[in-house]
């Protein structure tokens, strides 16, 4: 089984994509990774949801808003977020004029940007690694990456400072996607993601919908909205609750928001215990 991965080498993908025990391979981009999915270069691609300090990843919810009912989430990880500054040979924290990131990994260490290197130019990357291997390609001293301590290793760079992150302790969730086909059985520490339109926009649906949860007893422990396309005030609705979509009062929950909402399942699939995950990645 082959996974696809945010690459390149010394993401942090690459870490949550090997915590499965598959073989990997990288992609440029979040839909490029899907697309070898769809076009059958891998098996699935484990790709980036959100973060404990920035929030959700746009393009993995844009890409999961548009993945209909051939595709689906098959599990999840929790990946340990851990930045440094990395340069090239000789580079030194008075020399910097620009460092490059990944928007996400940016807005983690902005304000030990602004406070540790005030006036510095920031260059958003694809990727950390990414912007590693850019720094090393280019070979300036005065040019430096945000990435992981493991980057370094990979595109043979220095680490100038270590844990640059304005908060310790982030993490960020990966979700794994692959061709819907045969579900993924129950284990009794289960998550479920859906993806909720209504039909009709008027004061309470959202709430209205919610309430099928908890009065079946199902809690409902994500959620985030995404514009659906047609107007400003118009959203849908990604929401994980715990359980399985085979527990009966999760299934109900679901039949009775489908007399009023289009729902796409996403995934019903085992939850990851972040002391098992973080035993498994470092």
């Not at 400003?232 to 609750?241: G, M, Q």
């Not at 979509?245 to 972040?274: E, M, T, W």
Request: charged fraction near 20%.
């Amino acid at each position: 089984m082959i996974r696809a991965y945010l690459g390149p080498q010394g993401t942090f993908s690459e870490t949550a994509a090997r915590s499965f025990g598959t073989r990997v391979r990288p992609y440029t981009s979040v839909s490029a990774a899907l697309a070898a999915v769809r076009g059958g270069e891998c098996d699935a691609a484990v790709i980036p949801l959100e973060n404990s300090t920035s929030g959700v990843v746009p393009a993995t919810l844009g890409e999961l808003a548009r993945i209909g009912e051939d595709l689906w989430v098959d599990g999840e990880v929790e990946v340990p977020v851990r930045l440094a500054l990395l340069g090239a040979s000789g580079a030194s924290l008075s020399g910097v004029s620009r460092v490059r990131s990944h928007p996400h990994a940016h807005s983690q260490c902005a304000r030990w940007i602004s406070e540790s290197l005030p006036g510095v130019e920031v260059v958003l990357s694809d990727s950390t690694a990414a912007a590693a291997r850019e720094v090393a390609a280019g070979g300036s001293t005065a040019e430096t990456a945000i990435a992981s301590p493991e980057a370094a290793a990979h595109y043979g760079l220095s680490v100038l400072v270590d844990s640059v992150g304005d908060r310790t302790g982030a993490w960020t969730r990966f979700v794994s996607v692959r061709p819907a086909g045969e579900p993924v059985l129950p284990t009794g520490c289960d998550r479920t993601s859906l993806l909720i339109t209504h039909r009709v926009n008027r004061p309470g649906v959202l709430a209205g919908s919610l309430a099928e949860f908890g009065a079946r007893g199902v809690n409902v422990v994500w959620l985030h909205s995404w514009p659906d396309g047609s107007s400003l005030r118009r959203f849908r609705f990604f929401v994980d609750v715990e359980g399985h979509l085979d527990d009966p009062p999760l299934a109900d929950a679901v039949a009775a928001l489908r007399k009023s909402a289009d729902v796409v399942v996403l995934g019903s699939y085992a939850r990851a215990p972040r002391a098992v995950v973080e035993e498994v990645v470092r």
